[in-house]
C-alpha cells in the first residue's frame, strides 16, 4: 500500500499493517558490589592472551630509527614551540628574552657545556631533516626494497653523523 504525502506527489510506503509485536524477555541481573566487580575483573584479565609487543621482534635498524624520528620530531617541536612561545610571554609580562641574550648566555657557558648544547641541537635536527627526505624517497616509490630501505637508513645516519659533527665543532 503506498500513499502520497499531501500537496507533494511524493510517495512512501505505509507499514501499517506490516508491525508486528516483538516479546520482550526478562533478563536476570545480580547485583554486586565493587569488591567483587574488581575480582571478577581481575580474574577475566588473567585469562586473556596478552598480546606480543616489541620484545618478540629481533631489534633492527628500521623500527631504531624509526622511534629516533619520533623523539627527535617531538623534540624539536618541544624546543621550537618552548622558545616561542617564550618570546610571547616576554614581551606580554615584560622580561628581556631576545635572541641577544640567548646568545650571551650561551657565550657564558663553559666550552664542553657549549659542545654538548649544540650537539643537543644539531644532531637530532639533521636526523629528523635526513630522515625525512628518506621518507620523502619512499613516498616517490625508490628504494621501498629491504635492501633499500637499509641502505637510506645508513646514508641517513652518515649524514647526521657528517653534519652533526661540523656542526657542533664549527
Request: one cysteine or more; hydrophobic letters at 40%; proline letters at 4%.
Given at each position: 500500500?503506498?500513499?502520497?504525502?499531501?500537496?507533494?506527489?511524493?510517495?512512501?510506503?505505509?507499514f501499517?499493517g506490516?508491525?508486528?509485536?516483538?516479546?520482550?524477555?526478562a533478563?536476570?541481573?545480580?547485583?554486586?558490589?565493587h569488591?567483587?566487580?574488581?575480582?571478577?575483573?581481575v580474574?577475566?584479565?588473567k585469562?586473556?592472551?596478552s598480546?606480543?609487543?616489541l620484545?618478540?621482534?629481533?631489534?633492527?635498524?628500521t623500527?631504531?630509527?624509526?622511534?629516533?624520528?619520533?623523539?627527535?620530531g617531538?623534540?624539536?617541536?618541544?624546543?621550537?614551540?618552548?622558545?616561542?612561545?617564550?618570546?610571547?610571554?616576554?614581551?606580554?609580562f615584560?622580561?628581556?628574552?631576545?635572541?641577544?641574550?640567548?646568545?650571551?648566555?650561551?657565550?657564558?657557558?663553559?666550552?664542553?657545556?657549549?659542545?654538548?648544547?649544540?650537539?643537543?641541537?644539531?644532531?637530532?635536527?639533521f636526523?629528523?631533516?635526513?630522515?625525512?627526505?628518506?621518507?620523502?624517497?619512499?613516498?616517490?616509490?625508490?628504494?621501498?626494497?629491504l635492501?633499500?630501505?637499509?641502505?637510506t637508513?645508513?646514508?641517513?645516519?652518515?649524514?647526521?653523523?657528517?653534519?652533526?659533527?661540523?656542526?657542533?665543532?664549527?
Open positions: 500500500m503506498i500513499s502520497t504525502r499531501a500537496g507533494l506527489g511524493l510517495l512512501r510506503p505505509s501499517q506490516l508491525v508486528r509485536r516483538q516479546t520482550v524477555r533478563m536476570q541481573t545480580v547485583s554486586t558490589t569488591d567483587r566487580e574488581q575480582e571478577i575483573l580474574a577475566q584479565r585469562n586473556r592472551p598480546s606480543p609487543h620484545t618478540i621482534y629481533q631489534p633492527q635498524l623500527w631504531y630509527l624509526s622511534s629516533l624520528h619520533r623523539v627527535s617531538v623534540a624539536l617541536a618541544a624546543a621550537f614551540y618552548g622558545l616561542t612561545c617564550g618570546y610571547a610571554a616576554s614581551s606580554i615584560g622580561f628581556q628574552l631576545d635572541s641577544t641574550m640567548i646568545q650571551e648566555a650561551f657565550y657564558n657557558l663553559s666550552t664542553p657545556t657549549q659542545y654538548l648544547v649544540k650537539s643537543l641541537m644539531t644532531f637530532p635536527f636526523f629528523h631533516f635526513g630522515n625525512g627526505i628518506r621518507h620523502l624517497i619512499w613516498d616517490s616509490g625508490k628504494e621501498l626494497t635492501k633499500g630501505v637499509y641502505r637508513g645508513y646514508v641517513v645516519l652518515a649524514f647526521t653523523a657528517a653534519l652533526g659533527t661540523f656542526y657542533t665543532l664549527f
